[in-house]
């Protein structure tokens, strides 16, 4: 019996804190949220998240040493998973219309500049490791990849001025980009999966 009434105060001990912990860290944590993220609603889900995973770390048998911290590593965490899904873009086939065979492909996978400083590093580090990869590229497919997705030509206008058709650039340009998908698997995986 003792047992069972020392379980139940432990418990009752432990909704206390979280409560305490919640309402002493939810008006600054959601405002380090909003300033990463401009959706309002998306903000107070993943501020949401963030308490649901303090009250599952808090049934743990290890002790969450210091919770202000703890809640704002698993917030940029949560922030950072959310860049990830949110720039997965497939290459699909080749498109129908001239402005989706004029789509770029580095605007899709790459975040955002102005995302946050977590996007910021991940864009960095991207491109840092394509620069190289893209060098490694045989040099017909590196040349319509640099002059469609850095310079922005057009495939038509790349066509009339190297004689060549505007379906080999653009079978070039998605070999481009399948080897770049390969080569940069390891750091792709690392900020999007």
Do not use: C
């Not at 950072?80 to 949110?86: E, G, M, T, W």
């Not at 955002?112 to 400083?117: I, K, V």
């Not at 490791?129 to 469609?148: G, K, T």
């Amino acid at each position: 019996m003792d047992a069972i009434l020392s379980g139940g105060a432990a418990m009752a001990e432990r909704d206390r804190r979280i409560t305490e912990t919640v309402l002493r860290e939810r008006g600054r944590l959601r405002s380090f949220i909003r300033r990463r993220i401009a959706d309002p609603g998306e903000a107070e889900d993943l501020l949401q998240d963030v308490f649901a995973d303090l009250v599952e770390a808090y049934r743990l048998p290890q002790s969450i040493e210091q919770v202000g911290a703890w809640l704002y590593r698993a917030a940029r965490n949560r922030i950072v998973d959310r860049f990830r899904k949110k720039r997965e873009v497939p290459l699909g086939d080749a498109p129908d219309d001239d402005d989706a065979l004029e789509a770029r492909w580095l605007p899709q996978v790459l975040p955002a500049a102005d995302d946050g400083p977590e996007a910021a590093l991940a864009r960095a580090s991207l491109l840092a490791d394509m620069s190289a990869a893209i060098q490694d590229l045989p040099a017909e497919q590196r040349e319509v990849f640099v002059a469609h997705e850095i310079e922005g030509q057009r495939f038509r206008e790349m066509s009339a001025q190297s004689g060549v058709a505007v379906n080999t650039l653009l079978s070039r340009k998605h070999a481009a980009v399948q080897a770049l998908r390969a080569a940069l698997r390891t750091v792709h995986d690392d900020y999007f999966d």
